[in-house]
């Protein structure tokens, strides 16, 4: 056994390095998309197989429930009171059953149908998320619990505890600009029909 001396750190020690781990990499998820494929493979035949068996039994089931409404067809005819020659009110007897219980499945499946698939605890969760959010000066936002938060200007909420008079001009809110002084247009002479 060759003990390999220890790395010095060269550059080419560490550019061999590093090729020879891209190497390894390399090797490594070729052998993982490889494995993976042989695995999918054998799951894919696995579910055709399943799925042809599912098909056979499907077709067997059917031939099963025809031999099935036949023999009760027959059995219906030798039970009820009718000529002997008259096999088709048994065969009747049956279609009718079966009709019933096509409509029964058909009215439960139309009901299910009916209900509509709105996920109301997720709104109802989400509406009270954005009342908790939501500005206390939005419409329909909520309000503080001593009424409506006073706003000064720019829409900023004064503190608590200060007061504003009526009609004081507050400062505005930190970051917002205050608004523009209203432009009143000058003064215009009554226009004159030229007589002076």
Do not use: C
């Amino acid at each position: 056994m060759s003990l390999e001396p220890p790395p010095t750190g060269s550059t080419q020690e560490i550019s061999k390095a590093i090729a020879e781990i891209t190497e390894r990499a390399q090797v490594l998820i070729r052998d993982e998309v490889e494995l993976a494929k042989l695995e999918l493979t054998g799951k894919a035949k696995t579910i055709g197989r399943g799925a042809a068996v599912a098909v056979a039994a499907g077709v067997f089931a059917i031939f099963a429930v025809s031999l099935i409404l036949n023999g009760l067809s027959w059995l219906a005819w030798y039970l009820l009171p009718v000529p002997d020659s008259a096999y088709f009110w048994g065969f009747f007897l049956v279609a009718g059953l079966l009709l019933i219980i096509a409509g029964l499945a058909g009215w439960f499946a139309y009901r299910a149908l009916q209900t509509k698939p709105t996920p109301d605890m997720a709104i109802e969760e989400a509406q009270r998320i954005r009342d908790t959010i939501a500005p206390h000066d939005a419409p329909g936002g909520p309000t503080a619990p001593g009424g409506p938060v006073p706003l000064g200007v720019g829409g900023a909420p004064v503190p608590s505890g200060l007061s504003v008079p009526p009609g004081a001009p507050t400062p505005p809110a930190p970051g917002v600009a205050p608004p523009p002084d209203p432009v009143t247009p000058p003064p215009t002479d009554p226009p004159t029909d030229g007589a002076s």
